[in-house]
């Protein structure tokens, strides 16, 4: 009996110890194999702790062992692959969401399948972290924030301080503009049309045997501008030249125009015949001396 | 001071020179050495049936309860996780504690209740046996060693139980389960769950070997010192099972 007991004892306990020890493995690894180890440095706040995923193009190939929190402003962390899974050298790790809890997984993507592998113990380059379900309910409150302010603000500016009574006081307006614009509309439609009417019933009753007459008459009044125009032209010419020759001071007229001398002396003949015509009046015997016989 | 209160402190007093008695009693081990061996028969292995229905049943209920808990859009590997974590932090070691408060602990009252009003103790004490160090020790060690053990073990099987629930009468599959039951997990969730057994463990033999050793002559007081230890250590496992998880809930966090 005795005997007994401490084998049915001693049984429970080493069945006890046995499924802590694996059960714990299998939780903890996956197995009683760990895999080989990777690392990747991700920045602080990634949300990452042990146990969570570590994905290969979406398939779960290991898991989070470990992660070292550093002062740098980076987080280590030490991955475990499973050693039937080679994670190609292009691929960069990522932090993802892993459902809505929060929670998140290592996403390894390759950019094009490779045939080198990194090598345990590798550090696999990090990629742009998807937003976690954090950051997407922080922007989902922010622009619900901004909703809420706007709606606010909306709700007193029409409702509180009359803006919708305006509103529609202006939409009123409008509608009784928009109506006076239709009548007039209608009304310089209507114009237009007479119009158009009488200037087609003008155009009808032009005698098109005039119209060439004129035009001819035109066409020949504007060829005898045309030859006028070339006689001015040349006529113009000339007087450049008489001009010119005017302003270089050769010949009498140039020398009448241009010879102060000539002035003085025409000026001086002037007050010399006043005088005499002055004097002829006050003496006209002295001048004139009429007899008979 | 009321009579009350003093009552109070006079029964932690008498309980404060019980533990100070058992103390002494390990200085006696040619005394209890050769019973904890039989006492570990009867806590812990006729135990195991009893612990190992309570566990199954806690695990299948909590993964179905889990299960249509979760409104849409919720990933269903929530269930494992859900379930891992209420079993072997609290479920296991509670609910086996409390079974075990009813099946073990009203024995050990029984039994030694039974010897006192039968004056057997003071038969071991006319044989200059020291009656706490050949009652009360094994029984102390057994329940401190098989409580853990079968604490496990209820751990393991409610968690497969509620696998094997989640798999046969939900929509999960055993990738989504086991995903959420690797989750977050520490190797330190189970020596939590191991050490609120071992404390569970202590209360159980400690308050219901003490009110054995106190109990009032005749039958009714060997039944009301039963029950009152059930009580008791009821109580007391649940009043623990809050400090512990105070203390220890931080170191938990992952």
Known sequence: MKTRDDILV???????????????LWLARGGLSKGYPLYAKFPWGAGLKQGQPVLLVGVNVGYVDEVDLHMDGILVTTMRIGKNYNVPLTSKAAVIPNGIFGDMAVALTPSRPDPH??????????GPSTPGITEL????????????????ALQQEMVASGGIRDLRNTIGATNHLVSEFASIAAEQSRQLSATMTSLRRATGAIDPVKVDSTVSNLRTASANMAAMSADLRATSGKLDVILAKVDSGNGTAAKLINDPGVYNDVRLLLQRMDSLVADIKKNPKRYINVSVF | MSRDALGFFRKVGERGYFMRDIGRAFSDPRTYGPEIVRQMRNIGVDSLPLAAI??????AVTAIQTRYQLFGGVQLSVVGLISRQSIILELGPLLTGLVLTGRVGARITAEIGTMRVTEQIDALETLAYDPVAYLVVPRLIAALVMLPVLTILADAIGVLTAMVTALVATDLTAADFTAGLRLSFTPFQIVYSVIKATIFGG??????SYEGYTANVGAEGVGRSTAQAVVVTSVAILVLDALTAVLLAPYLQA
């Open chain 1, 10 to 24: 001693g049984l429970l306990i080493t069945v006890a110890v046995v499924v802590t020890v694996v059960g714990s």
């Open chain 2, 203 to 208: 209360a159980i033999a400690f308050f219901c």
């Open chain 1, 137 to 152: 309910t922080s922007k989902a409150d922010s622009v619900m924030r901004s909703v809420n302010a706007i709606t606010l």
């Open chain 2, 54 to 59: 309570v566990a199954a049943f806690i695990g």
């Open chain 1, 117 to 126: 592998s990194f090598k345990p113990g590798d550090t696999v380059p990090i």
